[in-house]
């Protein structure tokens, strides 16, 4: 490639994630945040439409969260959860378990991908805790994602991701997921979907070596946007309680308001073993995640320190009182402001304006729930650019003063929760323009 030298000259020493760096010249350099918007270096302001990967909630610079890192701050700043405790992972651990039905004990960790490995292991070490080693194997859905470590790869793989790697994971079981678009000739989504369950219910039956069924709680969002039908989740759940299989959902980008309530599987009547959440538990502004299990999964691990069933894993930062106290005044705010009261009507304004989309004649599918939306765009011809769906998107969306991140062929528009109903036609309006613009280039 000609220009590589010209690049990597430009790019100084930082990598970026998921970013083919040959594409790039240049990044905008944000310096400054203002509730929604993302101020750059010259100025610039982009309204926030992936909520800075999926995590604010309130916007940047919300005085509360950061009077609440500061306070912490000068007291505290880290001390291990080893053979320690600290105050702000205590209170916030009752504040979760209360919170979150049936559950019973809370592991912190540092991200998503972190917590969804602990939920693994902790799935699997809870049969070798009883004596039952043959359950070792994990079924999960097609085109689902947990995170980019190896475990969580294993259990979330979406081709497009982490084909690279396959040869390296472990295997798993995985089932199809209903979806509207591109159902097959002649079948209906309910058809669909009560083969789906019958497959999942026939393989739970037959083999008893399956310990756990691990999905995302609601919809699978890095995967493309897929919202589940009604009641699919709730009976994958009981087929799990009546096979003896563990039952992990994955609400860290699903829950604490994103798809319109604070816990989706108490939304859906569904209750997990294990439940992991993290990406707004700290409203964005810092890196925290939990794992909480039931009374039963977390009292199998009880016994001498020589039987060796206590868990084997631990980080550093587990438990960073900074990072709890950031999250204990998040969670106040949700209930101060009726967050999720909001949040319910500003999806409705987002949902009523999703059937403009299907005015662009590229546009294949619009798939939304609470304040998430996919907008899946067909006959991609990209490569005509040489640039990725990820660069033209971005390109023409700043044009309009929108930061958008596509996943493949999708749209996604992930806004912070408290954007107000102003800010959400402002999104539209952007993506639509940022849609008709590079519609040429997908033709």
């Known amino acids: 490639m000609n220009n590589v030298y010209e690049v990597m000259k430009n790019q100084n020493y930082l990598w970026h994630p998921n970013t083919q760096m040959s594409e790039w010249t240049k990044f905008p350099k944000i310096v400054r945040g203002d509730g ?21 909630v309130w916007g940047h610079s919300k005085r509360e969260l950061i009077n609440a ?13 080893f053979n320690l405790t600290n105050e702000p992972s205590e209170l916030l651990a009752k504040k979760l378990i209360k919170m979150s039905p049936n ?22 070490q809870y049969w070798t805790n009883l004596g ?12 689902g994602y947990h995170g980019d470590t190896f475990g969580a ?28 678009y591109n159902l097959p000739k002649n079948v209906t989504l309910k058809e669909f979907e009560n083969t789906c369950i019958e497959k999942i219910e026939d393989k739970l039956s037959k083999d008893n070596a399956i310990a756990a069924f691990v999905m995302e709680s609601g919809a699978q969002v890095a995967g493309g946007v897929n919202i589940y039908p009604k009641n699919f989740q709730k009976q994958i759940g009981a087929i799990c309680k009546k096979y003896d299989v563990l039952f992990v959902l994955d609400e860290i980008a699903t829950g604490f308001g994103r798809l319109g309530s604070m816990i989706e599987y108490k939304k859906q009547n569904c209750f997990p073993d294990i439940v992991s959440f993290g990406k ?34 631990g980080h550093t ?45 590229v546009v294949g599918d619009v798939r939304h729930k609470g304040m998430l939306m996919g907008v899946e765009l067909i006959n991609n011809n990209s490569n ?24 493949g062929n999708v749209v996604m528009l992930v806004p912070p929760l408290a954007i107000s109903s102003k800010e959400i036609n402002l999104l539209v309006d952007g993506t639509i323009k940022t849609i008709e613009g590079i519609s040429k280039l997908l033709k």
């Not at 929604?36 to 604010?56: K, P, Q, Y």
């Not at 690279?164 to 199809?176: A, D, G, N, V």
């Open 69 to 81: 890192i500061i306070k912490q701050a000068k007291k505290l700043q880290h001390s291990p959860l």
């Open 384 to 407: 005509k650019t040489r640039k990725s769906i990820n660069k033209i998107v971005f390109e023409e969306g700043k044009k309009h003063n929108i930061f958008f991140r596509t996943l």
């Open 317 to 361: 930062y587990t438990g960073n009182p900074i990072a709890a106290s950031l999250a204990l005044e998040n969670l106040k705010l949700y209930d101060k402001t009726k967050l999720i009261q909001k949040i319910q009507k500003t999806s409705k304004l987002l949902g009523n304006r999703a059937n403009e989309f299907y005015e662009l004649d």
């Open 103 to 124: 559950m019973a004990r809370v592991f912190f960790s540092d991200n998503g991908s972190t917590a969804m490995e602990i939920a693994i292991k902790i799935a699997l």
């Open 153 to 180: 790869m294993s259990v979330g793989y979406v081709p497009e991701f982490f084909s690279k790697f396959r040869s390296k994971l472990f295997s798993t079981l995985q089932f199809e997921v209903p979806k509207q």
């Open 36 to 56: 929604m918007w993302l101020i750059d270096e010259n100025g610039n302001r982009l309204l926030d439409g992936v909520a800075s990967m999926w995590c604010n």
């Open 280 to 313: 707004m538990l700290t409203g964005g502004y810092l890196t925290f995640a939990a794992t909480l299990t039931t009374k039963k999964i977390s009292n199998s691990f009880l016994g001498k320190f020589y039987d060796s069933k206590h868990l084997f894993h």
């Open 132 to 143: 039952l080693r043959n359950k070792t194997k994990i079924a999960t859905l097609e085109n």
